[in-house]
C-alpha cells in the first residue's frame, strides 16, 4: 500500500484522483458492501480498470463487456476468461472485497480454487489497499451483471490440476503492495507503479523463466535487468521498453497508437484501444518517464531516442539491384516510402522502427503474413490497413524482410525462409489467390537487360524526379498505374504491348505503344513528349514488353485496365465532397493539394489545381476515374491485396469522382484534335 505522504501524493498529484482513504466496507456481503461506495470512488475504480485493461481479457468477441468466455491460448492448452460482472450466480456478486483482494494479490478465488497466473496477480498484487477498494466499488456496482456462466478451462495433465499452483505461488508470488522510492520524486514513483501494477507491463515484456514466471516483477535488486527487456508473447515481439523512446514519443504512442517511430500492431494495439488512450496526460507522461530512466537491461538494445537521419529521396544502396530491394518497390513503397519515412500519421516508418531491428523478427514476420491496422484512437478516429502477404512464398517474403531490417541503419540479422515457414506454419495464414498473377519486379534481375528493365520501371515509379524536363505536374506514371503497373484492375501494364499497335478512337488512328506513352506525357502528366529514340522512351518499352509475359494479341488479361462502372449512375457532387473530406483528404489533401513531405517532395499527387492532371487525360473523365477509384481507392482501406484498396460503394465512387475530376486543372492545347471520327464520351471535359 501507499501509506506515505508521498505515495498518496503520488496519487493525488499524477492522476488528479482524489483519494478516498476513508472509503472501506465491513459488511460480509459483497453487494452491500459495495452499495457504501459513493459515485467519486466508483468513478475512480472505472478509471483503474482501464488501466488494467480488464476488458481486454475479460470480454469476448462480440460478447458483453467483462462477462468472460474470451478464449486464451498458453503453450499447456486453452483457459477462458472468468466472469467479472456482479452477477450472483455466475460473476462475482458474492465476493466480499476480502475474497476480491485475496483473488487479486494471491490468484485465488471465492471458493478457494487456485487461478492460472495469465491472470497478473502477481502484478495486481502491487496495486494499493485504497485503488483496489476504488476498484472492487466499481466492478460491483458501476458494471451491470450479465448472467453468462464460465466455460471450464482446457489445459493438458498435468496443468490442469490446480494445487501444482500453490507450490508456483510459493516459489514465485511476492503479494507485497508496491512501495514508493523515496529517492526518486513522485512521477517516476506513479509511472513506477502503474507500470508494476495495474499497467503489467511486465506480463508480455519481461522474459520467463523455466517455469513460466516472469524473471522480474520490477527493476530493483539484481533480477532487475530482466524487467520489461523484451519477450515474445503469441508470435509477436514484445520489446524491451527500457529507455526505448523520449518521454513524448512514449506518452504520445501510448495515446495515440503512433509515433515518429512506429503503429502499434498486435496485442499491443488492444491495450492503447481499451486502455492507455485513455488514462490522463499526466498518468502517461509518469509511465513514459519511468520507462526512460531505466538503463539498458539484458536481450536487445533498445531502439534510440532520436531518430536516424533519413535523407527524403535517398534510397538504400540496394534498392534496385537486389531481390529484397525490388520486393519492397513492388509491395511497400507505396506505403513506406524508398527512404522508409512512411507517412506521418498515415503509415508507420520503417527507418528506426523497433520492430525492424529487434533480435527477434516474429512481429515482421507475423504482421507480414496476416497484415494488420492501425488503432483507432480519439486522436487518429480513421483506421489504416495493411494486407497479410502470405500469398507470396517464404524466399520471397525473407528477401524482403532481410533488406527492411539490413536498411536505413535498423542493424537487424537477416531473415531465413525457414523462419517465415515456421511462423506461416503456426499461424496458418489465409490467402486471397486471385485469377491475376502479380509480375515480380525481383525477376528482372536475371534477364538479359535487367539494367535497362530496372531504369524502365524506375521511369514510371519516379518519373517526375528523372524526367523533370517532361513532367509539368506532380504526378508519377505510377500515381495511376499502381505498384508500378503491377496490381490488378489498377491499370497494370502485365500483357499491355501485345495489344499495340491498335486503334485508339481518341486519335482517330492506329497508335504504337511509344504513342500511347506520350499522349500520358502530355495529358496525365500536362507536359512534354519523350523522343521516340531516347534511351529512357526505350527503357519504358522494354519494361512493357518484359510485363508482356506470354500474352498475345487477342487475349484476355485478368485484371486489365480499371474495370467498368455503370455509366446511368447519376452523380451527386455534394455527397462526393463529402466522401472526399472522409477517405481522401488525408493523403491528397482537404483542397486537393496533394501531400508533400517536409521538406516539400511530393508523397501522394494532388487531385487538382495547376500541380495536377489536365482536362485531356481519362481521369480527368467522371465514369473513367470511377470505376479506377472503386477498385483503387482509398488505400490501406482493408486487406484486399497488395495496398488495401478500393472499397467503396458505386454510388460514392462516381460521386467522389464527379466531385474532384471537375475541380479546376490546367487546359490542353491539343483538346480539338480529340475524337476527329468516333463520338466523344459524354463524361468528356470538352
Not at 467519486?40 to 478509471?47: C, F, K, L
Not at 505461488?169 to 529517492?183: E, I, V
Not at 540479422?413 to 515480380?440: I, Y
Request: hydrophobic share 40%; aromatic share 8%.
Amino acid at each position: 500500500m501507499l501509506s506515505s505522504a508521498m505515495g498518496r501524493q503520488i496519487r493525488r498529484s499524477s492522476s488528479g484522483l482524489v483519494l478516498m482513504g476513508a472509503a472501506f466496507f465491513v459488511s460480509t456481503s459483497g453487494l452491500a458492501q459495495a452499495a457504501a461506495a459513493d459515485a467519486q470512488t466508483i468513478e475512480r475504480g472505472r478509471y483503474l480498470a482501464q488501466a488494467g485493461d480488464c476488458v481486454a481479457c475479460h470480454t469476448a468477441d462480440k460478447g458483453a463487456p467483462m462477462a468472460g468466455g474470451r478464449a486464451l491460448e498458453t503453450p499447456f492448452g486453452k483457459l477462458y476468461s472468468t466472469n467479472i460482472t456482479p452477477d450472483r450466480d455466475t460473476g462475482i456478486g458474492k465476493y466480499s472485497f476480502e475474497q476480491f483482494d485475496r483473488a487479486m494479490r494471491k490468484g485465488v478465488a471465492a471458493d478457494g480454487h487456485n487461478l492460472y497466473p495469465a491472470m497478473p496477480y502477481p502484478s495486481y498484487a502491487r496495486i494499493a489497499a485504497d485503488d483496489m477498494q476504488a476498484l472492487y466499488a466499481y466492478l460491483m456496482q458501476g458494471l451491470a451483471p450479465v448472467k453468462q456462466a464460465n466455460k471450464p478451462s482446457d489445459m493438458s495433465w498435468p496443468f490442469n490440476m490446480r494445487w501444482g499452483l500453490s507450490l508456483w505461488n510459493w516459489a514465485f508470488l511476492d503479494s507485497t503492495p508496491f512501495k514508493a522510492d523515496p529517492q526518486k520524486d513522485p512521477v517516476w514513483n506513479r509511472g513506477a507503479y502503474l507500470v508494476q501494477g495495474l499497467g503489467h507491463c511486465g506480463a508480455c515484456h519481461t522474459p520467463r523463466g523455466i517455469a513460466f514466471q516472469e524473471k522480474a516483477m520490477g527493476d530493483a535488486g539484481a533480477k532487475g535487468r530482466h524487467f520489461l527487456a523484451g519477450e515474445t508473447v503469441e508470435h509477436w515481439r514484445a520489446l524491451s521498453l527500457r529507455g526505448l523512446w523520449t518521454v513524448d514519443d512514449t506518452a504520445l504512442f501510448l495515446k495515440t497508437g503512433q509515433n515518429r517511430f512506429a503503429a502499434a500492431s498486435g496485442n499491443m494495439a488492444d491495450v492503447i484501444l481499451h486502455s492507455t488512450q485513455h488514462l490522463k496526460d499526466e498518468d502517461l507522461r509518469a509511465i513514459a518517464t519511468y520507462l526512460k530512466a531505466l538503463p539498458p537491461g539484458e536481450g536487445e538494445l533498445p531502439a534510440p531516442a532520436t531518430p536516424r537521419k533519413v535523407v527524403a529521396g535517398a534510397a538504400p544502396d540496394k534498392l534496385y539491384s537486389s531481390r529484397g530491394g525490388l520486393g519492397y518497390v513492388q509491395f511497400c513503397v507505396d506505403c513506406h516510402r524508398q527512404d522508409g519515412s512512411g507517412v506521418p500519421k498515415v503509415f508507420p516508418p520503417l527507418a528506426g522502427n523497433p520492430a525492424l531491428a529487434a533480435k527477434d523478427p516474429a512481429s515482421l514476420m507475423h504482421i507480414v503474413l496476416t497484415g494488420g491496422q492501425t488503432v483507432q484512437t480519439a486522436a487518429h478516429p480513421r483506421v489504416f490497413a495493411m494486407p497479410g502477404f502470405a500469398r507470396l512464398k517464404d524466399a520471397e517474403l525473407a528477401e524482403i524482410l532481410t533488406f527492411v531490417r539490413d536498411s536505413w541503419g535498423n542493424g537487424g540479422a537477416p531473415v531465413s525462409a525457414a523462419q517465415v515457414n515456421k511462423m506461416r506454419a503456426a499461424l496458418d495464414p489465409k490467402t486471397d489467390m486471385s485469377a491475376f498473377e502479380t509480375p515480380r519486379l525481383a525477376d528482372m534481375l536475371s534477364g538479359a537487360n535487367a539494367q535497362q528493365l530496372v531504369r524502365g520501371m524506375r521511369l514510371h515509379l519516379e518519373t517526375r524526379d528523372l524526367l523533370p524536363q517532361h513532367v509539368g505536374n506532380a504526378l508519377n506514371c505510377t500515381s495511376c498505374h499502381l505498384n508500378a503497373g503491377t496490381v490488378a484492375d489498377g491499370s497494370p501494364f502485365v500483357g499491355v504491348s501485345a495489344f499495340f499497335p491498335s486503334y485508339a478512337p481518341r486519335a482517330g488512328k492506329v497508335i504504337t505503344l511509344e504513342d500511347r506513352i506520350n499522349g500520358c506525357f502530355k495529358r496525365s502528366m500536362n507536359g512534354k513528349p519523350l523522343p521516340l529514340d531516347s534511351a529512357d522512351m526505350k527503357a519504358m518499352v522494354a519494361y512493357f514488353d518484359w510485363m508482356k509475359r506470354e500474352t498475345k494479341p487477342g487475349d484476355k488479361v485478368p485484371g486489365r485496365g480499371v474495370g467498368k462502372i455503370d455509366p446511368k449512375i447519376q452523380p451527386n457532387p455534394e455527397n462526393g465532397k463529402k466522401v472526399y473530406a472522409e477517405q481522401c483528404a488525408v493523403c491528397h489533401g482537404q483542397d486537393g493539394e496533394g501531400l508533400k513531405q517536409a521538406d516539400g517532395r511530393y508523397v501522394y499527387p494532388p487531385l487538382w489545381g495547376d500541380a495536377s492532371f489536365n482536362i485531356g487525360a481519362g481521369m480527368a473523365r467522371t465514369y473513367t476515374a470511377a470505376a479506377f477509384v472503386k477498385r483503387n481507392m482509398p488505400i490501406g482501406f482493408h486487406g484486399k491485396f497488395p495496398l488495401g484498396q478500393g472499397g467503396l460503394s458505386d454510388q460514392d465512387a462516381v460521386d467522389v469522382a464527379e466531385y474532384f475530376s471537375h475541380q479546376p486543372r490546367p487546359d490542353f492545347p491539343d483538346k480539338v484534335k480529340d475524337w476527329p471520327k468516333d463520338k466523344k464520351p459524354a463524361d468528356a471535359r470538352y
